[in-house]
């Protein structure tokens, strides 16, 4: 084989990272198992299940309903999914923050139902009062998102789950990349905190399982019964999940890191990540950049165009928000030793270019 697998030390854009040791092993011995026909492959459900009950722990659920997932994206189309087929109108729309994922974009085109997308407040979070006057008789989903892609930042996901209620309409959180960092910190956010009724967690970002292993939880199990369609060819009767084939080495990768990090490896990952998003933004910042305060693991700081091509082309792996940021996200295999390398390409790239911030 000709290829190599990507290297991470200069990734600093994505937020997927290295699997967990235990999460490679186990991914390893389930390659050949499909959960998606539960009845025939049973040792792989039973570890979707431990992969549940694991999740509705970290997201405030003692009896959490939910499967393991693609990822984010499957999750999100399969919420506004549960919510279209759920919807007494028949034309249903999605009320979103400008922050939402764009997975959402693709779960209405998919769907056909409208997404209406409301401004943010100045802080980069869901205003609460835009997100109101975009709602009507016909919203079948709110939508807030806890820890932003491109900022970092956490909805007040109990107004918007009361917001919800008010209009007669279900809520979901996106918590994809901020699940496993957030039961660590004082937001509110989960189902113990508010009347959620639909959360995306991804073990396969913060995580640390193998790709792929999203999640998708609910409050109450015969929220699936929308989705579910017959499988008269297989053992299992019904299906609710998108896609058919699944993978059982996300699911059981999934199912074992969690038993093996939950909580306190996962608290001592947060910490060293918060840690190195706090210096590397106290770095930039020494240097003259007004860099956004990372209230997750995530720094953006607006960079000029020449200096953003420049540590492109050194081999970094950087991405912008749609404001034009560049970011920088603190995943685990993000060490002090990776920005300090950063820091200093900063420093020389704009000392031989006399690049201005």
Not at 71 to 80: R, S
Not at 295 to 301: G, Q, T
Request: charged share 25%.
């Amino acid at each position: 084989m000709r290829g190599q697998p990507q290297e991470f030390d200069r990734v600093l854009s994505s937020m997927c990272t290295e699997p967990h040791p235990v999460a490679r092993e186990a991914a390893e011995r389930f390659l050949a198992t499909n959960p998606g026909d539960p009845a025939t492959y049973q040792s792989v459900a039973e570890l979707e299940d431990e992969a549940i009950a694991g999740l509705g722990e970290i997201v405030g659920l003692d009896d959490p309903a939910g499967y393991i997932a693609s990822g984010g994206t499957e999750a999100n189309i399969q919420a506004v999914r549960i919510a279209r087929n759920r919807a007494v109108s028949s034309t249903p729309n999605v009320v979103v923050p400008e922050s939402a994922h764009f997975s959402f974009q693709k779960a209405a085109d998919v769907l056909s139902v409208e997404l209406r997308v409301a401004p943010l407040t100045d802080d980069w979070t869901a205003d609460v009062g835009a997100m109101r006057r975009f709602c009507d008789e016909d919203t079948a989903l709110v939508v807030g998102v806890a820890g932003t892609t491109e900022y970092g930042r956490v909805d007040p996901i109990p107004e918007l789950a009361d917001l919800a209620n008010d209009v007669g309409a279900l809520c979901h959180v996106d918590a994809a990349w901020g699940g496993f960092i957030l039961p660590f910190t004082d937001h509110e956010w989960h189902f113990g905190h508010a009347d959620v009724d639909t959360m995306t967690i991804d073990p396969h970002k913060m995580g640390a399982a193998a790709i792929p292993a999203g999640g998708l939880v609910a409050r109450d199990g015969e929220l699936f019964d929308a989705l579910a369609v017959d499988t008269p060819y297989l053992e299992s009767a019904k299906q609710a999940t998108l896609t058919g084939t699944r993978s059982g080495a996300g699911v059981a990768s999934a199912a074992a890191v969690m038993a093996e990090c939950w909580p306190d490896g996962y608290r001592e990952q947060y910490e060293r990540a918060q840690g190195n998003a706090e210096w590397v933004a106290d770095a930039l910042a020494e240097r003259g950049f007004d860099v956004v305060e990372p209230e997750l693991p995530l720094v953006a700081v607006p960079v000029s165009e020449e200096l953003f091509a420049s540590l492109r082309e050194a081999g970094w792996r950087v991405s912008r928000t749609a404001d034009g940021k560049l970011r920088v996200v603190c995943m685990p295999h993000v060490t002090r030793e990776i920005l300090d390398s950063f820091v200093a390409d900063v420093d020389r790239l704009q000392a031989t270019a006399n690049i201005n911030t």
